[in-house]
């Protein structure tokens, strides 16, 4: 078959971006219209607009965009970068969509050209129409290189996608670390630690750079070389300080070197020179408040709440972690000021609503008035059984955090029966989430009552283990349609991750053993979803969603994605 020679390709790849849907942001409208006038000089003539980050995510939702190029200074004082980070993060667009940073700021490289998720390109004003070309059609020719990895992953077919990996690496050498990159961190996302390592290390033989280096630094990390790991990512904050990641990384070591007060500082740090990330703002509060440091937890969960607006990553969590450092810290007031904010923001939708009772409840009992906090967690326990039934019906998240705050609420107005019944909940289905585990204990402790915190854990966690024993020995004695209802009864009677995840393999491997059945097989792609909206960068549910692809596709079945 002829190859095309560089002219030709170039030619090919101009005509293409003729075919292309554009999105430009920016918040000025004479801009947008100027950058329109631009495309269409070069044959571009689906494009939209966006004037603010809102409107960014209905336009997202509504159409697949083929390129987004987006000013860096936005709306909210938000930035192109964290606009590009919060879209990759709610899987909002896909791999292939290519993302243009327009800037007028020539440190923009300083900025966060070294971000772990740093754009496909930029362009610095002002420039011409034939550089705007030349960009995308750079950018455009990459990701047609790359486009079968971007399948094979959006699938989940993820050892198809290390095949495509090893493809590019042989036949496009100008790629090689873009691939090797993508099989770096797919093998680690299999569990495939050793291996990933070894990818790791080949490039660093050849390229210094740092996401190989923080690629080798997890690597260290998940095998347990905690000294080395850190050794690395220390390395990388000082060669490349610009590399944010390398700070949440070294924040995950030493918390679990036990070193809290270096983990918050390393957040900090970050989070310093990232001001507008709410994600990172996030896990700042969080790890504050596992180190008993109220006052910067405080501060960093109301920045999430204040930088957060019109984001699709804001959450009623948001409040509800705010509101619980707030009453931690003795200001009922600022956390009245927060309900009612709350019950503005919230309105019509329950979860709200029920973070507004429980604050409001808590409030109440802090002042001394018991009676009217008790009238508050009825109603809270009455709308929380509403959420629940919802959430199961239509598959959405239910705060975990909030039904512990609401356990503590019964607790703080003598409901011990409710309370103990929450935690007994929460405790099954998370218990492998040690900073819920945490919560957990710490409200036990505030209600006088450690030692029945203790008990209560220590039995969901010996109830699991046989639960959980049942299935395993009946699939190892040759008993698999008996191992798939026992786990199928696991799951929902306890659906945490391990038992979604445990029971969709148990249900894939029985298929390609006895051959596809839809009903079945549906029912294992539930347990899928379920366990991946639990945490969608776990390896367990990695390797069980590359479980169902294989024995779908070896049935003839599409996958579902």
Same mark, same amino acid.
Request: net charge neutral; aromatic share 4%.
């Given at each position: 078959m002829a190859t095309l020679d560089n002219d030709e390709m170039l030619l090919v790849l101009q005509q293409s971006l003729t075919k292309k849907r554009v999105l430009i942001v920016d918040r000025h409208s004479p801009a947008r219209d100027s950058m329109r006038l631009m495309l269409s000089a070069l044959g571009v003539t689906a494009v939209h607009g966006a004037g603010n980050s809102a409107e960014v995510i209905r336009q997202v939702k509504a159409n697949r965009f083929d390129i987004i190029l987006s000013d860096f200074v936005l709306d909210d004082?938000?930035?192109?970068?964290?606009? %590009? /980070?919060? #879209?990759?993060?709610?899987?909002?667009?896909? %791999?292939? &969509?290519?993302?243009?940073?327009? $800037?007028? !700021?020539?440190?923009? &490289?300083? =900025? =966060?050209?070294?971000?772990? #998720?740093?754009?496909?390109?930029?362009?610095?004003?002002?420039?011409?129409?034939?550089? %705007?070309q030349a960009r995308l059609v750079k950018a455009i020719y990459k990701k047609h290189i790359l486009r079968k990895i971007y399948e094979q992953i959006e699938r989940g077919a993820l050892q198809e996608a290390i095949a495509a990996c090893d493809r590019v690496i042989q036949q496009q050498p100008a790629f090689m670390y873009d691939a090797l990159r993508f099989k770096g961190e797919l093998l680690h996302s299999l569990g495939k630690t050793r291996e990933a390592e070894e990818v790791f290390r080949h490039v660093l033989e050849g390229r210094v750079v740092p996401w190989a280096k923080m690629g080798l630094a997890t690597a260290l990390r998940d095998r347990g070389a905690l000294d080395e790991a850190e050794q690395l990512a220390e390395?990388? &904050?000082?060669? $490349?300080? !610009?590399? #944010? +990641?390398?700070?949440d990384f070294l924040a995950s070591v030493h918390e679990a070197q036990g070193r809290l007060d270096s983990a918050q500082q390393a957040l900090q740090r970050a989070a310093d020179a990232s001001p507008h990330n709410t994600v990172r703002q996030r896990l700042v509060g969080d790890v504050a408040v596992r180190n008993k440091d109220f006052l910067s937890a405080e501060k960093a969960y109301g920045k999430v709440i204040q930088r957060s607006k019109? +984001?699709? #990553?804001? $959450?009623?969590?948001?409040?509800?972690?705010? +509101? *619980?450092?707030?009453?931690?810290?003795? /200001?009922?007031?600022?956390?009245?000021?927060?309900?009612?904010?709350?019950? *503005?923001?919230?309105?019509?939708?329950?979860?709200?609503?029920?973070? =507004? %009772? =429980? $604050?409001?409840?808590?409030?109440?009992?802090?002042?001394? +008035?018991a009676e009217k906090a008790k009238e508050l967690v009825d109603k809270a326990l009455a709308l929380q059984q509403q959420v629940s039934a919802e959430a199961a019906e239509k598959g959405r998240h239910v705060s975990q955090r909030l039904a512990v705050d609401l356990a503590h609420a019964c607790f703080a107005t003598g409901k011990q029966e409710a309370a103990q019944k929450l935690m007994r909940q929460v405790a099954a289905e998370n218990h492998e989430d040690p900073h819920l585990t945490e919560q957990i204990t710490s409200v036990f402790e505030k209600t006088g009552q450690p030692d029945a915190g203790k008990a209560l854990l220590d039995q969901v966690g010996k109830e699991i283990i046989e639960l959980n024993n049942k299935g395993v020995l009946a699939a190892r004695s040759g008993d698999l349609d008996g191992a798939v209802q026992l786990l199928i009864q696991a799951a929902e009677q306890v659906p945490n991750l391990q038992f979604l995840v445990n029971a969709a393999k148990a249900i894939f491997t029985l298929l390609d053993q006895k051959g596809w059945d839809t009903d079945l097989a549906a029912k294992g792609v539930v347990y899928l979803q379920r366990a991946q909206r639990k945490d969608r960068k776990s390896q367990k549910v990695a390797s069980a969603r590359e479980l169902y692809v294989s024995v779908a596709r070896k049935n003839g079945v599409v996958p579902e994605a």
């Amino acid at each position: 078959m002829a190859t095309l020679d560089n002219d030709e390709m170039l030619l090919v790849l101009q005509q293409s971006l003729t075919k292309k849907r554009v999105l430009i942001v920016d918040r000025h409208s004479p801009a947008r219209d100027s950058m329109r006038l631009m495309l269409s000089a070069l044959g571009v003539t689906a494009v939209h607009g966006a004037g603010n980050s809102a409107e960014v995510i209905r336009q997202v939702k509504a159409n697949r965009f083929d390129i987004i190029l987006s000013d860096f200074v936005l709306d909210d004082g938000r930035d192109g970068q964290q606009l %590009l /980070e919060e #879209l990759r993060h709610a899987h909002l667009i896909p %791999l292939s &969509t290519v993302y243009l940073i327009i $800037t007028s !700021e020539r440190g923009y &490289t300083n =900025v =966060v050209a070294l971000a772990e #998720l740093a754009p496909d390109d930029y362009l610095i004003k002002p420039f011409t129409a034939e550089q %705007l070309q030349a960009r995308l059609v750079k950018a455009i020719y990459k990701k047609h290189i790359l486009r079968k990895i971007y399948e094979q992953i959006e699938r989940g077919a993820l050892q198809e996608a290390i095949a495509a990996c090893d493809r590019v690496i042989q036949q496009q050498p100008a790629f090689m670390y873009d691939a090797l990159r993508f099989k770096g961190e797919l093998l680690h996302s299999l569990g495939k630690t050793r291996e990933a390592e070894e990818v790791f290390r080949h490039v660093l033989e050849g390229r210094v750079v740092p996401w190989a280096k923080m690629g080798l630094a997890t690597a260290l990390r998940d095998r347990g070389a905690l000294d080395e790991a850190e050794q690395l990512a220390e390395q990388v &904050t000082q060669e $490349t300080p !610009e590399y #944010l +990641s390398a700070y949440d990384f070294l924040a995950s070591v030493h918390e679990a070197q036990g070193r809290l007060d270096s983990a918050q500082q390393a957040l900090q740090r970050a989070a310093d020179a990232s001001p507008h990330n709410t994600v990172r703002q996030r896990l700042v509060g969080d790890v504050a408040v596992r180190n008993k440091d109220f006052l910067s937890a405080e501060k960093a969960y109301g920045k999430v709440i204040q930088r957060s607006k019109g +984001s699709t #990553l804001r $959450t009623v969590d948001d409040f509800a972690n705010l +509101s *619980r450092v707030l009453v931690e810290r003795g /200001e009922i007031d600022g956390s009245r000021k927060l309900a009612a904010e709350m019950k *503005r923001e919230w309105r019509g939708d329950k979860q709200g609503e029920l973070a =507004v %009772l =429980v $604050t409001e409840s808590l409030c109440l009992e802090a002042e001394g +008035s018991a009676e009217k906090a008790k009238e508050l967690v009825d109603k809270a326990l009455a709308l929380q059984q509403q959420v629940s039934a919802e959430a199961a019906e239509k598959g959405r998240h239910v705060s975990q955090r909030l039904a512990v705050d609401l356990a503590h609420a019964c607790f703080a107005t003598g409901k011990q029966e409710a309370a103990q019944k929450l935690m007994r909940q929460v405790a099954a289905e998370n218990h492998e989430d040690p900073h819920l585990t945490e919560q957990i204990t710490s409200v036990f402790e505030k209600t006088g009552q450690p030692d029945a915190g203790k008990a209560l854990l220590d039995q969901v966690g010996k109830e699991i283990i046989e639960l959980n024993n049942k299935g395993v020995l009946a699939a190892r004695s040759g008993d698999l349609d008996g191992a798939v209802q026992l786990l199928i009864q696991a799951a929902e009677q306890v659906p945490n991750l391990q038992f979604l995840v445990n029971a969709a393999k148990a249900i894939f491997t029985l298929l390609d053993q006895k051959g596809w059945d839809t009903d079945l097989a549906a029912k294992g792609v539930v347990y899928l979803q379920r366990a991946q909206r639990k945490d969608r960068k776990s390896q367990k549910v990695a390797s069980a969603r590359e479980l169902y692809v294989s024995v779908a596709r070896k049935n003839g079945v599409v996958p579902e994605a």
